[in-house]
């Protein structure tokens, strides 16, 4: 099993996926982790440490290989977490089943925004009602 392989059933083990959202594996993320600059360090340590035939384990026997490798190393586990996450949800396919999924725009908010109802004074009628809560600056020069 190649490299690129071996990190993808890494990375399919760390998120499945479902009938919504795509593996990893099946949106090529662990090319796309190996050639980054910042993250490919990280799959590289990841794999150095598996234990040999890892690609052949049953899955229980490689998702307690993977929680292994968490516990021998949780800040470099964290940090190819780290990648995959950035890698995964920015996705085309993934932004997409996020759409599919919320309903939402996959998009940052700004400088579109999102269609609010509009704003019900009345929600906030008990905290205006009240009398200021602090000294006024003018006061307090006198």
């Known amino acids: 099993m190649s490299t690129t392989e071996r990190l993808a059933r890494l990375l399919d083990i760390l998120i499945p996926g479902d009938a919504d959202f795509p593996p990893p594996g099946r949106i090529d993320l662990a090319t796309a ?3 980054h600059d910042r993250f490919a360090a990280f799959a590289e340590t990841a794999l150095a ?3 040999d035939g890892f690609e052949r384990l049953a899955p229980t026997e490689a998702i307690a290989a993977v929680a292994a490798l968490e ?5 470099a586990f964290g940090a190819l977490l780290t990648g995959l996450y950035s ?7 993934v932004l997409e089943a996020v759409e599919r999924v919320s309903g939402y725009a996959a998009r ?4 579109e925004g999102y269609r609010l109802a509009p704003f019900d004074p009345a929600i906030v009628a008990i905290p205006a009602a009240r009398r ?3 000294r006024d600056p003018e006061e307090q020069r006198r």
Request: no cysteine; glycine share 8%.
């Open 33 to 35: 982790m190996l050639g």
């Open 49 to 51: 440490g598996l234990p």
């Open 71 to 75: 516990a021998a190393d949780p800040a």
């Open 87 to 93: 890698l995964y949800y920015v996705h085309p396919a």
């Open 108 to 111: 940052p908010p700004q400088p």
């Open 132 to 134: 200021p809560h602090y």
